[in-house]
């Protein structure tokens, strides 16, 4: 028995005192943990009960409050005989009194030995109901605080456990228990804090680091930007390619990309303006915030410069040889990749002519045999800007440039194998492909089909290495080319292999959209829907029936979903490109219609290719803007078909108009096959406009662009004839006896029988 046991044990006396203080403590409710102590002293009363059999949470009182509980037991033992019930009143309030302050004064302690307890014994404090917990919820509150905190700054602060090992006995345990608790949590205070300082640390140097990265960066950024310039299916505007590129280096540097984008704009503006900069670093600065024509400017003062000290040192190397030499090879590399910088800014800047004269100039100082990778890299680069300088040339200029384009790939393949460079080897071989295809739309005849046959070949090659599986979004790219060949190949086939291709065309663009989804890559997918929607409108054309309406349905379709990604106000080049297809759906659709639905559609139409041509003017882009002009006469002259009066005529001399703006471009010099097809266009309409003004005039310059043409072999030239005799012959058949009617179906029937 314990020797507080003892005092109290055989004197019943003692035994109700206690028991009345005992009933005195139950009515106080307002000091957490009373219940603990209420049990420790009926335990007491009842006598012969020792110390080790209380139960384990009447002690979680701590040394103090225990020490403080048993004082005031022995007092009452030490006066039982004279106790009197008021006395024990006021001792037991001091008592409650004592015991609720040293509960308060304990609770960051007894806070402390809960956590590590439960965590030492799989618990989680996270879990604890506040509520449960009556007065002490706050408390409760704040600690759930502070171990979530601990918990942040110390991953394995959770599984740090004391194991509490309460031995029977005395107070000095508990004490001693305490001590170490204690020890223990300023110990752990200290480590956090040597932890936040170590953290502060690595910070400091981690601030460094966006400079580093920043300087790093701006080096290559224009060389990683041009990458892009051909290795989609689709032309990337500037803007898309710089941001494709930030994404690029944000995902290698495992970096947020708005992150990386304003630490190095950020330090791109910091070189623009400090004096002491140099001028490389300023140019690709320059460069980097989009201001391409300064950057250009600064690349080629310092290609000059360079150049003016290797010409002297190159003189100097008979007096100097070695030193002389060894200079003028670094003179040359600054020269170079001056150069490189120049053509990149320029060709940002859609002066592509220029970006070609950077790269031709950066060959001259770059042999094959001293720098392979880098030659090669170069007629990459020149391949890329010729041929996006044919699409804004006119007359001769256009086959010209595209004649250097299709050289400049093909001797890049020499040093860009397949087993040596494979990646290299197929993005040089899908710009191959996109520059035949460009060529063999100014041919015609077998030439038309051979390059046509080539760039299918380089797709096809491009796609051994761009598979699904090891780069999809490449694969994708090649596909979208792979059905614009397709397409062009079935434009110059007839019957059975027309329709075939077309089919292989449709499933190519198709398979392209698996991975071209809308909510991954809106701007591609968008694309590949514009030229989905192009097969299947020559599927269409190439139909009958039910079947030919679903199709060009269909194109319409694929047209209009293009144009919820391709926006005037986002890419107007796009969305002008976008249009004329629309256009061109429709009026197939309009033709195979009757009636008011046949004119609503031709209206659409109209509207379409007007809106193409506010953004394709003949100064930005002449070639596209010609075929509009040609598409918009067709539809006018459609129109005029379906009109009476004055409205007819307006509507055929608005018509010869538009032909005669696309044939300032499309002459027969520079792009043949389009100029005899516009010029047929333009001479059905002279005659129906002769017809409606009864100007003979009119029917002259028609009959003399018919004689002209007889000579050539245009693809469908004489189903063009054909049909014109069908209108003249209709137009009869309504009771229009016009003698130049007369005269122009003698005219057709002339020169059809030749």
């Not at 694969?475 to 059905?483: E, F, I, P, R, Y």
């Not at 009119?698 to 004839?721: C, K, M, Y």
Request: proline share 2%.
């Amino acid at each position: 028995m314990g020797k507080v046991g003892q005092l109290v044990s055989g004197t019943g006396e003692a035994a109700t005192a206690m028991t009345d203080a005992v009933a005195m403590l139950g009515t106080i409710k307002d000091v957490a943990g009373i219940e603990c102590v209420k049990t420790f002293f009926a335990s007491l009363a009842v006598g012969g009960v020792t110390l080790a059999a209380l139960p384990a949470s009447a002690l979680v009182l701590g040394a103090a409050g225990l020490s403080g509980a048993v004082a005031i037991y022995k007092a009452l033992a030490a006066r039982k005989e004279s106790l009197r019930q008021e006395q024990c009143r006021e001792w037991l309030s001091q008592g409650r009194e004592q015991l609720g302050e040293l509960l308060r004064e304990g609770t960051d302690l007894r806070r402390a030995a809960d956590a590590m307890e439960n965590a030492e014994n799989g618990g989680s404090f996270e879990d604890l109901e506040p509520g449960a917990y009556g007065t002490a919820a706050p408390q409760i509150v704040q600690f759930q605080t502070l171990l979530r905190l601990r918990k942040e700054k110390r991953e394995d602060f959770e599984r740090m456990a004391v194991r509490f090992d309460i031995l029977q006995g005395d107070v000095e345990v508990l004490t001693k228990f305490a001590e170490k608790t204690y020890r223990l949590v300023t110990e752990t205070h200290e480590d956090v804090k040597a932890q936040g300082a170590k953290l502060e640390e690595i910070s400091a140097q981690v601030g460094q680091l966006p400079q580093v990265m920043a300087a790093e960066i701006l080096k290559f950024f224009a060389s990683k930007v041009s990458a892009l310039n051909g290795a989609v299916g689709r032309e990337l505007t500037q803007k898309e390619k710089v941001d494709r590129a930030f994404a690029e280096l944000a995902e290698a540097n495992g970096v947020p990309v708005e992150q990386l984008k304003a630490v190095v704009l950020n330090y791109a503006k910091s070189v623009r303006t400090n004096p002491q900069s140099d001028s490389i670093e300023k140019a690709r600065a320059e460069y980097v915030a989009a201001n391409y024509l300064t950057a250009a400017k600064e690349a080629g003062a310092v290609a000059m410069r360079a150049r003016a000290r290797r010409f002297a040192r190159d003189a100097g190397i008979r007096k100097y040889a070695a030193e002389a030499a060894a200079k003028s090879a670094v003179d040359r590399a600054k020269e170079r990749d001056a150069l490189i910088l120049s053509g990149q800014s320029f060709h940002a800047a859609r002066q592509f002519g220029r970006a070609s004269n950077a790269y031709n100039e950066a060959l001259e100082i770059t042999p094959r045999g001293e720098d392979a990778t880098a030659w090669a890299a170069l007629q990459l680069a020149l391949g890329d800007a010729s041929d996006k300088w044919a699409d804004v040339s006119e007359g001769a200029e256009i086959a010209i440039h595209r004649k250097q384009a299709v050289e400049a790939y093909r001797s890049a393949l020499k040093v860009y194998t397949r087993e040596a460079l494979p990646h290299d080897w197929a993005t040089t071989q899908n710009n191959l492909g996109l520059a035949l295809a460009n060529q063999a739309a100014a041919c015609e005849g077998a030439e038309r089909v051979r390059l046509i046959r080539e760039a299918m070949n380089a797709y096809r090659n491009a796609l051994e290495v761009c598979t699904r599986e090891a780069l999809p979004q490449d694969w994708a790219d090649t596909q979208n080319n792979l059905g614009n060949a397709l397409c062009n190949q079935a434009a110059a086939s007839e019957g059975e292999d027309r329709v075939r291709l077309l089919g292989e065309a449709v499933t190519a663009y198709r398979q392209a959209l698996e991975v071209r989804t809308r909510e991954a890559l809106p701007q591609d997918w968008a694309a590949t829907q514009n030229n989905l929607g192009i097969a299947l409108r020559d599927q269409g054309k190439a139909s009958e029936g039910e079947n030919r309406a679903r199709l060009l349905g269909e194109a319409v379709r694929a047209c209009r979903q293009a144009l919820g990604v391709h926006t005037r106000e986002a890419l107007p080049q796009k969305w002008a490109t976008t249009q004329i297809n629309l256009g061109n759906a429709l009026s197939d659709q309009a033709k195979a219609s009757v009636g008011t639905e046949s004119a609503r559609l031709l209206g659409e139409a109209e509207n379409a290719y007007r809106f193409a041509l506010e953004v394709y003017t003949r100064e930005v882009m002449p070639q596209e803007w010609a075929m509009t002009q040609n598409n918009l006469g067709a539809v006018l002259q459609h129109l005029a078909a379906a009109s009476e009066g004055a409205e007819r005529i307006r509507l055929h001399g608005e018509s010869v108009a538009a032909y005669r703006s696309a044939l300032e471009v499309q002459t027969r010099e520079a792009l043949p096959r389009y100029w005899a097809q516009t010029s047929l266009n333009l001479a059905q309409s002279l005659i129906l406009l002769a017809a409606a003004h009864l100007d003979a005039g009119h029917f002259d310059e028609a009959e003399a662009i018919f004689r002209e043409n007889v000579s050539l072999a245009v693809p469908g030239q004489w189903t063009f004839v054909g049909m014109c005799i069908l209108i003249f012959h209709a137009l009869h058949a309504r009771g229009n006896t016009n003698p130049l009617l007369a005269r122009a179906e003698a005219l057709l029937l002339e020169l059809g029988g030749k």
